[in-house]
């Protein structure tokens, strides 16, 4: 070890050394509760709900998965990323002194995020005056949709029409770029600028940041406050702390259970390596004008699945994930895992092609499975004026090259290290928190 290394721990064992410290380090252990004293309202009830939230999520499974160790350990993951991703809002949630804060991503892994979309939501009262302020940047797509209460939330109510979207590409801005935005229930009597009208049943604003070419495009700013209540917030009160906790189990539940079996569903259904249209566009509170399809992958190491589909005329945005049986997105920070427009090219004959295996085929469009050899293909068309389902095939790796056109764009792996790489620096680069 270096010696500007030891001279970190010399201070650090003196101090542990000090009297009581180590007494007072053990206390921090965790003991049996004394049987009566004061206790946090709601703070049981969420412990227990977390407590047997992993074997509810296990018993969706069929039972070869529910009795894999992997697996297990991966729903401790899911379970922790749905907690992490609820626990957010319950601090954070303010509808009166609202932010911007992260939703889902890389490593919030859960309700299978996009890879080139960055998620932040804020909550908001349906009876306030929001104003929406920042630079616009310059990406694929930069949209804030209005959300509804979620299951277990006050208010909820199943609702089968799309919510409202609203494109930052539609607003004014000024000569640096800026916009300038208010959100209310009606217009603000005088108020010629930039107006959304807010619904009536929402209560959270969820903000999609989708970029191509995560080196070049500019990513934007966003700001967010209410504007009929005084700027300064005073000291939380009890009950509304003790309605956040109460809340965090019912939304945990929400989020961790939702689409664990979604993938094995699929395959139920006779969706294994093939592919149909998800009609997820119909959910509340979910992005209207985007079309997704899906269908289970099971893959041996000697295997590929080549995905073929013509291109829409006009697409504006366009891509291709995979995700694990939990439908955990596959880590695109770190392997060839996801594809768009910009990172995806159209063969000659007008046919895009993308490449899916375990090994890497040395084709320019391929997606790595990356250690999972079951899981899920999805992908999604945005403001296109076609959206066809794409074709499946399964070949022997060996047999990939006859398989595709001659002039199929290649990759040697000194080029594909180097791309892992680069698409790992820009997505870094980009503001996730």
């Known amino acids: 070890m270096k010696k500007q290394h030891l001279k970190w721990l010399i201070p650090l064992a003196g101090l542990l050394a000090l009297p ?5 380090a053990q206390s921090a252990v965790p003991q049996k509760p004394e049987a009566s004293g004061p206790t946090v309202a709601g703070w049981d009830e969420f412990v227990d709900s977390l407590r047997t939230l992993p074997s509810r999520m296990l018993a969706r499974l ?10 297990q350990q991966e729903i401790g993951r899911l379970a922790l990323e749905a907690l992490t991703s609820q626990a957010f809002d319950a601090l954070a949630g303010d509808p009166d002194h609202p932010v911007f804060m992260p939703q ?17 939501t804020a909550r908001v009262r349906p009876e306030g005056v929001y104003r929406l302020r920042g630079v616009r940047g310059a990406l694929r797509l930069f949209n804030v949709s209005q959300s509804p209460p979620s299951p277990g939330e006050p208010g909820f109510r199943p609702e089968g029409a799309p919510r409202p979207r609203h494109e930052l590409a539609d ?20 108020y010629t600028g930039d107006w959304w009208k807010l619904e009536p049943t929402t209560t959270r604003l969820l903000v999609r940041m989708v970029s191509a070419d995560w080196g070049k495009e500019q990513d934007p700013t966003l700001t967010i406050e209410r504007l009929d209540v005084p700027a300064s917030r005073s000291r939380p009160n009890a009950a509304e702390l003790e ?33 149909k249209v998800f009609g997820i566009s119909q959910t509340a509170g979910l992005l209207t004008g985007q079309s997704y399809y899906e269908g289970a992958y099971e893959l041996r190491d000697d295997e590929a699945l080549i995905i073929e589909t013509p291109v829409p005329a006009k697409c504006g945005y366009r891509s291709l994930i995979l995700t694990n049986d939990l439908y955990e997105t596959t880590d695109w920070y770190n392997n060839h895992s996801s594809l768009n427009d910009a990172q995806a090219g159209v063969d000659k004959d007008g046919v895009l092609r993308i490449v899916v295996s375990a090994k890497d085929p040395g ?6 499975t990356a250690g999972y050899p079951t899981g899920l293909i999805q992908g999604r068309w945005a403001d296109c004026d076609a959206t066809p ?7 022997k790796l060996a047999e990939l090259r006859k398989a595709l056109p001659a002039d199929t764009a290649r990759v040697t792996p000194e080029q594909r290290d180097r791309i892992i790489r680069e698409r790992r620096t820009a997505l870094q680069e980009r503001p996730l928190w």
């Open 20 to 24: 009581g410290l180590a007494a007072r």
């Open 171 to 190: 607003v004014g801005v000024d000569a640096q770029g800026r916009f300038d935005v208010i959100l209310s229930a009606e217009r603000p009597k005088g």
């Open 104 to 120: 889902i991503g890389q490593v919030l892994n859960v309700g299978q995020p996009n890879a080139d979309t960055v998620y932040r």
């Open 62 to 71: 069929p039972e070869d998965q529910r009795n894999d160790p992997q697996v």
């Open 363 to 368: 084709v320019a469009n391929w997606l790595d």
């Open 243 to 275: 309605q956040r906790l109460r809340r965090l189990p019912g939304a945990v539940n929400f989020i961790a259970l939702l689409f664990v079996d979604h993938v094995e569903k699929l395959r139920q259904e006779g969706y294994v390596n093939k592919l």
């Open 389 to 395: 389902t794409p074709t499946v095939r399964k070949v």
